[in-house]
């Protein structure tokens, strides 16, 4: 009997990052960089203020970002992606209690943008060793459209533009 052909899908690396202030801080980018590698798409910085949920661990003045990396990521070891961003949010902590980043690390092929977490949902699909993989974003059309479940940020999805750069970018080395 014949094994099936391997295949090795391929997905554009990115991290959404929630941080203090309107500016990248350059320790977080260090971090990032040094973890993962050069950044290939530096997106902007949008006001997170329609919930207060870090407030009391990361304080106020909160912004969320999204980036990629020059690195690519096969969809099955993001898992182990996700471990790792928590073992660098941990590290950049000024107290186990004071995040100073919030790093939710995960991917985007052409067709989506999927977050790994270790937070059980209804919509959330088991990826083993305590991960659920949460399609946050489907692209159809030209756009990126929020899933019906995505947290605010991403129903409003301010993140669009630079999302928008990234799967070109990606979509020029997939082919």
């Given at each position: 009997?014949?094994l099936?052909?391997?295949?090795s899908?391929?997905?554009?690396l990115?991290?959404?990052?929630?941080?203090?202030g309107?500016?990248?801080?350059?320790?977080?980018l260090?971090?990032?960089?040094?973890?993962?590698?050069?950044v290939?798409?530096?997106?902007?910085?949008?006001?997170?203020?329609?919930?207060?949920?870090?407030?009391?661990?990361m304080g106020?003045?909160?912004?969320?970002?999204?980036?990629?990396?020059?690195?690519?990521?096969?969809?099955q070891?993001i898992?182990?992606?996700?471990?790792r961003?928590n073992?660098?949010?941990?590290?950049?902590?000024?107290?186990?209690?004071?995040?100073?980043a919030?790093?939710?690390?995960g991917?985007m092929d052409?067709?989506?943008?999927?977050?790994?977490?270790?937070?059980?949902?209804?919509?959330?699909l088991?990826?083993?060793?305590?991960?659920?993989?949460d399609?946050?974003l489907?692209?159809?059309?030209?756009?990126?459209?929020?899933?019906?479940?995505?947290?605010e940020?991403f129903?409003?999805?301010p993140?669009?533009?630079?999302l928008?750069?990234?799967?070109?970018?990606f979509?020029?080395d997939?082919?």
């Amino acid at each position: 009997m014949a094994l099936p052909h391997q295949f090795s899908e391929k997905a554009a690396l990115l991290a959404f990052v929630l941080v203090q202030g309107n500016e990248w801080p350059s320790e977080v980018l260090n971090a990032l960089q040094n973890t993962w590698g050069p950044v290939r798409h530096l997106g902007k910085l949008f006001a997170f203020d329609k919930t207060a949920y870090y407030a009391p661990e990361m304080g106020d003045s909160l912004y969320r970002g999204v980036l990629s990396f020059a690195q690519s990521v096969s969809p099955q070891d993001i898992g182990r992606e996700k471990e790792r961003s928590n073992a660098l949010e941990f590290e950049l902590a000024h107290s186990p209690n004071h995040r100073t980043a919030n790093v939710d690390i995960g991917y985007m092929d052409l067709d989506k943008v999927v977050l790994p977490s270790y937070k059980r949902g209804p919509f959330k699909l088991y990826a083993g060793n305590g991960i659920w993989l949460d399609m946050i974003l489907h692209y159809a059309k030209g756009h990126f459209t929020p899933t019906a479940w995505a947290f605010e940020d991403f129903r409003r999805n301010p993140y669009e533009h630079d999302l928008l750069l990234i799967r070109e970018k990606f979509k020029k080395d997939s082919v």
